[in-house]
């Protein structure tokens, strides 16, 4: 499970260098469908991910706002510092949560820990497809999303 989340965190950082290309009006454009924009889509899957672990440990919500964060730069640090906690989270024994029946604060329905993990890398991987087809739709070229040919066991992040 931990793999996947290095995937992840890995493509979202070719994303976030993706986007130094790009000028400030270009990440705030409203592009139709999905979150709206690249710089707001990317901040929701931060924010998202992070509020779906903190529900696994039975902790607060702590609500992001886009506008404390609208720039590229204040987004990539709120994403390694947040990965940071997270990351120490999926380093915990996976049978302590994984059977856990949640109950998040924005939702009443009974999750289990298992199957948030499974949503929180679903939903990133289902956003950078956003982000991939609204890069051809600006004729750029998205950053790649393979799977196999990463080295993810030894991947160092940008923190």
Not at 25 to 47: C, N, P, R, W
Not at 60 to 80: N, Q, R
Not at 83 to 105: A, M
Request: contains cysteine.
């Amino acid at each position: 499970m931990k793999k996947m989340f290095y995937y992840n965190w890995q493509v979202r950082d070719e994303w976030f260098e993706w986007c130094k290309q790009m000028s400030s009006d270009q990440l705030k454009m409203e592009l139709g469908g999905g979150a709206g924009s690249i710089l707001y889509t990317l901040f929701h899957i931060v924010e998202v991910e992070h509020s779906w672990i903190r529900g696994i440990q039975g902790k607060e919500d702590i609500v992001y706002e886009f506008k404390d964060y609208a720039t590229l730069e204040k987004l990539i640090s709120l994403s390694l510092g947040l990965r940071k906690e997270n990351e120490y989270f999926l380093n915990q024994p996976f049978d302590s949560y994984k059977d856990k029946q949640i109950i998040v604060p924005w939702e009443n329905v009974l999750y289990s820990g298992d199957d948030i993990l499974h949503h929180i890398i679903v939903h990133e991987i289902h956003h950078m497809g956003q982000l991939s087809i609204w890069a051809r739709q600006l004729g750029m070229t998205p950053v790649a999303s393979h799977f196999v040919g990463r080295a993810l066991d030894t991947y160092i992040r940008n923190d």
